[in-house]
């Protein structure tokens, strides 16, 4: 066992946390601190490195870490950089997040990467894909991120960003408005935001009774409730759900003839109601050479952890 | 300069091209054996080496031969088999072909891989895609094919098969029906094929005049030649064909951030009539990120010698 240690750090639109890690992914001591109260990078990375020093010294781990690995939105492997991130105040322009958070470090290696990028690594090092060289991950939250393993080695593309797979289009004509301008994309559907649309959707345009329908608003949460207990509505808009996944998985197949597909996030914690699902779209919509091989399979990493423990395992690739 | 020397093999349905390659590209010597006159891989492969060390003396190249590079349908680049090749008679069942060749070849090394993926190694090695690390290779022949190159490496994928992108869902509801069995294929619509259906489709839906109309059968190369003289309905055929194909390439796009997609083969000749359209296409439907960053090209390997030499480049790496 190496004796080394290495901190990950998950920054969020409100918080950013931030964990020392061994080498068998225990999270040896975590602590939180506020992400959007700070207008510019500076004083955000020096709290940060503050907070990080302090967790060091807390764990006993001094003089034994290897290195920080980070997950944050639009972050970007090849350049350390951080840009255009619409919940991050002070990366609204490009900053040199590696690079500042490095120097903060007394010269520690940063690497950076986007969450679900990170999720992937995480998952390979720690979790469901460990052994695994080709595989797909999926993170099914607020949106739908993505972090694409081939050869053991996450893609990320010619310029930092490949992977953008909640952006494909699901539907081609007509399909719902998605925040990145465009229409039709994966997240606007299988995401948990996309969950709760298709509900206001259905209910609207139907007479069909639901437990749905005495709620002011509606979340994913609340979809999942339902469907545990039996609502029908419910359970429709799950088949609905895991079907627009299982055709869009079946062109990602097409292109990376992945071992499997591993899902994560808020929404894939109604897997009872999904699996099933998402595989017999997969099957029917994908080439016979690949019917009934690729496994679907869900994070193995506790849900309060998987964020720094994402974030952590690229740092052992430094 | 490198003064060895590399041999491609490009088998076909009908006739196999051989070739042997110097470090420029440069194909030295060229032959072509039947293919479709064998029932079993065994004289075909006897017949084959002969071809080669026939080929191999004539260009005064023997003891200088590094390898041997073949291009083949379903070829297997893990294994070296062939195996379920519609238009291979003796590869309807699972072949050890570079095994076979390599044995008949007195040990020279193999290796083997599908016609696209040559063909995207071919372009890397002597073309378009010379020094790019990241692109997608799309063949438009009778079929679509694709060769995806992350990192200066082919993907193979978990099973040696990734890189169908000519069977991901072009359209999703009353898609065409495609001879692997799913309905909606990209190849059924954006390849030579797929140009004639539309052609004979418009023609029998519309009385828009077009001088198609006066022809018994059509093929996508009367298509070519009535857009160029002009013709409205060749036109909006192609029109078509490249909006199909530029928003196919967004979602291309959105999995691996290539720096190009080289376009090869039959139908790429038709590039005055595709380029416009399937660039505002693929540029209307990808992530703003990467709107009017990704490059439309076209292979540069002189077409009699392409296959060969993307088969022979193969071998380089051996």
């Avoid at 959007?36 to 006993?60: C, Q, R």
């Avoid at 690497?111 to 390979?124: F, S």
């Avoid at 097409?254 to 071992?259: K, R, T, V």
Wanted: hydrophobic share 40%.
């Amino acid at each position: 066992m190496d004796s080394t240690f290495v901190v990950g750090i998950d920054v969020g639109g409100q918080t950013s946390k931030i964990g020392v890690v061994d080498a068998r992914g225990t999270v040896l001591a975590q602590t939180v601190i506020r992400t959007d109260t700070y207008d510019k990078v500076e004083p955000f990375v020096a709290e940060l490195a503050e907070a990080v020093n302090k967790l060091i010294k807390e764990s006993g781990t001094e003089g034994k870490v290897r290195g920080i690995g980070v997950g944050a939105p639009n972050g970007n492997y090849y350049t350390g950089t951080i840009e255009n991130a619409p919940n991050l105040k002070w990366a609204h322009e490009r900053v040199e997040f590696s690079k500042l958070l490095s120097k903060a470090m007394g010269g520690l290696p940063v690497a950076l990467t986007n969450d679900a990028n990170a999720a992937a690594v995480g998952e390979m090092t720690y979790g469901a894909a460990r052994g695994m060289k080709n595989f797909i991950m999926i993170t099914l939250g607020t949106g739908v991120g993505s972090g694409i393993v081939i050869n053991g080695e996450v893609v990320y593309g010619h310029d930092g960003f490949a992977g953008e797979l909640g952006h494909v289009a699901a539907v081609r004509n007509n399909g719902r408005t998605c925040g990145c301008g465009k229409t039709g994309c994966l997240e606007t559907y299988a995401s948990a935001t996309g969950v709760a649309r298709t509900a206001r959707e259905w209910l609207e345009l139907s007479d069909e009774p639901s437990v749905l329908r005495s709620l002011d608003t509606i979340a994913s949460k609340d979809v999942y409730e339902a469907a545990k207990e039996g609502d029908k509505l419910a359970l429709k808009i799950f088949e609905f759900t895991g079907k627009i996944l299982g055709r869009s998985f079946a062109d990602f197949i097409a292109f990376s003839s992945p071992e499997a597909i591993v899902l994560f996030g808020g929404l894939a914690r109604a897997k009872e109601f999904l699996t099933e699902h998402i595989e017999n779209a997969m099957n029917e919509n994908v080439l016979p050479l690949w019917r009934g091989k690729v496994k679907i399979v869900y994070s193995q990493l506790k849900e309060s952890d998987a964020a720094i423990l994402g974030a952590s395992a690229l740092a052992w690739e430094l």
